[in-house]
């Protein structure tokens, strides 16, 4: 009996051991996300979402790191790192990956999606989603679409002095980024465009090199713009649309079965993001509030003083890309705006 229980004590000990082992190995994979928002800023939450739900649903045989606010570079050195296969998984704006694929920056062609139900609709159109991933995939060999999303919502202008239309810009000194996009959008309106590096963005309001920028609530309310810019016109000219991109060998080489673990986790991190922004804004519209900041709403006559804005974008973009993108974004939208009518009279029958 003695020796049948020093047996069976060195057999479930060595069972432990066994166990305790095999659940500290090695994942089989390792996705490796990167962006560039800081840990306090919503995408970093939606990507723990992902990291999560890969991990726990792959059974551990993926391992995620996480790699926020810019520690592997900034947009477009990221994406070639995708491409390049020594990263995963990252995201840009459309101006972040403009350097390997120009033409995306038509979904940042100015006043093209009236609202925040236009652009749901759009990010998940299968028309376009489909062109983008073949047209990227096939300009990169290895970057292949996952979708579109969000989490920062519109950029708007805000400036040292209050704004109701277009020609209240005039001769304001707007900060912009160094894309022919944005600065044709500010000459276009009036405005003298500058282009300012996003860290000396404050250091040049303080000393009045720029009277305003171009962005959204969010980032004049969490960089402390607010110390110089307390009026805001609510135009919504561009929604800030962030592409997410997987090295696509990466992804083919995992079994089935991981290959949907990994799109399930980016779903439940993308529908995370979406949901999150508005309840995420609330503080932001009361901080904004209480520094006696004004946040002018356009009525339909004083918004449409803005469009003479989108012409020129368009016709910069047109040249230098072709209308094919352009032309199948305006197409989605009549599908979406079509859609959307037809649910709000569905409702009210």
């Not at 704006?93 to 999606?113: H, K």
């Not at 810019?229 to 997987?246: A, E, Q």
Request: aromatic share 10%.
């Amino acid at each position: 009996m003695k020796i049948f229980k020093s047996k069976l004590g060195a057999f479930t000990g060595g069972l432990a051991l066994a166990l305790s082992a095999g659940s500290l190995q090695a994942a089989d994979y390792t996705l490796k996300i990167a962006h560039v928002a800081a840990t306090t800023q919503p995408l970093y939450t939606c990507v723990e979402v992902m990291k999560s739900y890969v991990e726990r649903y792959s059974r551990g045989r993926i391992a995620v790191e996480h790699y926020p606010a810019g520690q592997l570079g900034n947009f477009r050195q990221s994406v070639e790192q995708v491409q390049l296969g020594t990263l995963e998984m990252t995201n840009t704006t459309g101006g972040g990956i403009s350097n390997i694929f120009g033409a995306i920056q038509a979904f940042d062609i100015p006043y093209l999606f009236r609202d925040d139900r236009v652009i749901d609709k759009i990010m998940i159109d299968p028309i376009v989603n489909a062109k983008l991933r073949e047209d990227v995939l096939k300009a990169t060999q290895t970057v292949r679409l996952m979708g579109m999303g969000g989490d920062h919502g519109w950029r708007s202008f805000f400036v040292n002095v209050p704004i109701k239309k277009a020609s209240d810009l005039k001769g304001i000194k707007i900060r912009t980024i160094e894309s022919p996009i944005t600065m044709e959008l500010a000459r276009a309106l009036g405005a003298n465009p500058t282009p300012i590096p996003w860290q000396e963005l404050y250091t040049s309001l303080a000393t009045g090199i720029v009277n305003g920028t171009k962005n959204s609530l969010s980032d004049i309310v969490d960089m402390s713009f607010t110390d110089f810019l307390k009026h805001g016109v609510l135009d919504r000219h561009t929604y800030i649309i962030f592409f997410w991109w997987i090295n696509d060998p990466w992804l083919k080489s995992l079994p089935t079965d991981l290959q949907g673990v990994v799109q399930d986790g980016y779903y439940a991190m993308n529908t995370t993001c979406n949901g999150l922004i508005d309840s995420v804004m609330l503080p932001k519209f009361e901080k904004w509030a209480k520094i006696g900041g004004t946040l002018h709403i356009p009525t339909k006559e004083e918004k449409a003083t803005f469009f003479p804005g989108q012409k020129a974008v368009a016709d910069w973009y047109v040249k230098k890309y072709g209308a094919e993108y352009f032309d199948m974004i305006k197409a989605a939208v009549k599908r979406a705006e079509a859609e959307i009518d037809a649910e709000n009279t569905a409702m009210l029958k």
